[in-house]
């Protein structure tokens, strides 16, 4: 049996199942083939895995994706500069003012823009809290996958505040669409930095409560260590970024080490590693990353530099010719936008780098002969947002 | 993005741009630095595959950030925002491309980072429209693997020794390249965009300046 006849098999089980003739599964001559999703509670939303089954083990799996495929890359050649953020805003639906900052900063960096700083610190801070909105759901989430239930309700009620204080400044709780080509759409509203210094103290008690109910469980860790092991190499092969590369004990944090004029090297903070490399050191290195962006919101909004919010840009944006290439570490990972410009008020074409599709990329390689449980652990530390793989 | 100035050479950009073109000769068609920002290096189409090995193996970029594709013939419908009422210009047909040049309508381009050197770089190779195809990557950075079905269903681009070249998006059964400037965007050719029917037009060239005093007249204020 040669690997490409498998594959045969495979997209010929897959036109079945999207078919709706094979529902859960499907008895081929040597084994058997499950499909979970396209709506399975592990998936975070539409994303089918297929996997191709000796007993309980795992032979072949693979990500069928494309559900929720919407052609950013093409619409936003249809848009003008102004106009794509809102559209981008709806690639990683957690964290979406995280999505809007690596497109304004390269289209400010074609433009020879650069943003006050009080603009930039208040990027800084607001994507440290798209963040932990981001990032605290996950650490539920998995939790929940692994059957503890607890642990979503506390992610889900402490995730609500910081999206209390997200919606305070930017009126949206989802879709702040608050970044602009040269500074920011508005100022933080009074009283604004006290609350979420109360926030950001609840947040680490959060992520001391999580530390005891999950990290510290014995289910937990038998379902999580050693499972879905990723070596620093082939993570960095499959370009996996964020936690995912970091919890594979390589030492990269595009905040620290690719600097774009955000404020993260004003403060004190550390980027975590973890050499297992497994489901278990993915889990652990988000919840520092978490405690990590409460110290660095807590440091920003005391050192707050005073100035204007506003550099000062046309009315009509048009951004001279030129390719760039900026990228953030974002919750998921390495979010950059390769924007190529002709001159025009609108982009001539936009390559959306997004975390999740480099991440899950990785599945097939990472659950070849692993138990069928082992998908969901695996699949639950990689961490996706659907959105952000079909983009 | 400092207050520094921009230096004036990169030593560690130049030396990624010396590296490949001794390890590939003439087979770098062209590059560009922007000192203290980034690279680009453009290769010879049948180079593309030994670039990446270069890049991986000699100059250690390990990381995989992206690869994708581009277009540069100028889109025949515009930005489809016209009503169908107005007499639509004249569109040019020029192919202009981007940095570090290019002679054919479609290129490849990929994007690598070394974690030690902290460094990445842009490589581009030009794909000609008679033989729409390049050398897979996907044997030297794994990544590349999804990347390159998802360029070979928006372009048609096809990648040769690619293990699984099916379409990853778009539905098995789909026709053309959506991501082709020529494949016109449906939904504004059924439903003319709403946006262009109460909206004054936008000001031709000589009103610019004229906003952009503004805009300074506003800040002043």
Redesign the interface.
């Known amino acids: 049996m040669t690997?490409?006849s498998d594959?045969q098999k495979l997209?010929y089980v897959n036109?079945q199942a999207a078919d709706g003739r094979v529902n859960l599964e499907f008895e081929t001559e040597e084994g058997m083939t499950l499909n979970m999703g396209p709506q399975h509670p592990a998936t975070h939303g539409t994303l089918r895995i297929v996997a191709k089954l000796d007993g309980e083990q795992v032979i072949h799996c693979e990500p069928v994706?494309?559900y929720m495929?919407r052609?950013y890359?093409?619409?936003l050649?249809?848009r003008t500069y102004p106009q794509v953020n809102t559209l981008v805003n709806r690639i990683d639906w957690l964290g979406s003012f995280t999505n809007e900052v690596p497109f304004i900063?390269a289209s400010e960096?074609l433009m020879g823009v650069?943003a006050p700083p009080r603009a930039q610190w208040i990027r800084t801070i607001l994507f440290e809290l798209g963040r932990i909105a981001n990032i605290s759901l996950f650490l539920g989430d998995t939790a929940l996958h692994m059957g503890g239930m607890t642990a979503a309700f506390y992610a889900f009620r402490d995730r609500e505040f910081v999206l209390n204080q997200i919606e305070a400044v930017t009126g949206g709780r989802f879709h702040p669409n608050f970044d602009r080509i040269g500074g920011l759409k508005d100022d933080f509203p009074k009283g604004w930095i006290a609350d979420t210094k109360a926030v950001m103290a609840r947040l680490r008690d959060f992520c001391d409560e999580i530390e005891d109910l999950v990290v510290g469980n014995e289910i937990f860790q038998a379902r999580t260590r050693g499972i879905g092991i990723i070596p620093g190499?082939?993570a960095?092969?499959?370009?996996?970024s964020g936690a995912n590369l970091r919890a594979s004990g390589?030492d990269?944090d595009l905040r620290r080490?690719?600097?774009?004029?955000l404020a993260w090297d004003q403060c004190d903070w550390t980027v975590w590693t973890h050499p297992d490399g497994d489901s278990f050191s993915r889990y652990w290195v988000r919840l520092q990353e978490v405690r990590e962006a409460t110290k660095i919101v807590d440091q920003l909004c005391d050192g707050l530099p005073s100035g204007p919010i506003m550099a000062?840009?046309?009315?009509?944006i048009?951004v001279p010719?030129?390719?760039?290439?900026v990228?953030t570490e974002n919750p998921l990972g390495?979010m950059?936008y390769?924007v190529?410009s002709?001159g025009d008020?609108?982009p001539f074409?936009v390559?959306i780098?997004t975390a999740s599709?480099?991440n899950i990329?990785?599945i097939p390689?990472v659950t070849r002969g692993v138990y069928v449980p082992d998908v969901i652990s695996i699949l639950a530390s990689l961490y996706f947002i659907l959105g952000d793989i079909?983009r | 993005m400092s207050d520094a100035p921009a230096p004036e050479t990169d030593e560690r950009r130049d030396r990624l741009v010396e590296v490949l073109r001794s390890e590939l000769g003439d087979r770098v068609v062209d590059s560009l630095v922007k000192p203290g920002d980034d690279v680009w290096v453009r290769v010879a189409t049948d180079a593309w595959q030994e670039t990446g090995r270069v890049l991986r193996d000699a100059l250690r970029c390990n990381f995989f950030d992206f690869l994708s594709a581009i277009d540069w013939l100028p889109s025949p419908f515009g930005k489809s925002e016209d009503s169908p009422l107005d007499q639509r210009p004249a569109l040019s047909t020029d192919i202009v491309t981007g940095y570090a040049g290019g002679e054919t309508r479609f290129q490849v381009f990929a994007r690598v980072t070394s974690l030690p050197e902290r460094v990445s770089i842009t490589v581009k190779a030009d794909v000609p429209l008679e033989d729409l195809a390049v050398d897979t990557w996907s044997a030297i950075y794994s990544g590349a693997n999804w990347h390159e079905r998802e360029i070979h269903e928006m372009y048609g681009i096809g990648f040769r020794g690619h293990p699984y070249l099916a379409h990853i998006y778009l539905p098995g059964d789909f026709e053309g390249h959506p991501l082709r400037k020529d494949f016109p965007l449906l939904a504004r050719h059924v439903k003319p965009w709403p946006g262009i029917v109460d909206v004054e037009p936008m000001p031709d060239e000589g009103d610019d300046a004229e906003a952009e005093g503004d805009a300074a007249a506003e800040g002043a204020e």
Do not use: T
């Open positions: 690997a490409i594959r997209a036109a994706m494309g495929h052609g890359e093409k619409l050649e249809v900063l960096k650069e190499d082939i960095q092969s499959y370009g996996l390589v990269w080490d690719v600097p774009v004029g000062k840009v046309p009315r009509i048009k010719e030129g390719e760039a290439w990228a390495e950059g390769y190529v002709k008020l609108g074409r390559k780098r599709f480099n990329s990785v390689w079909d």
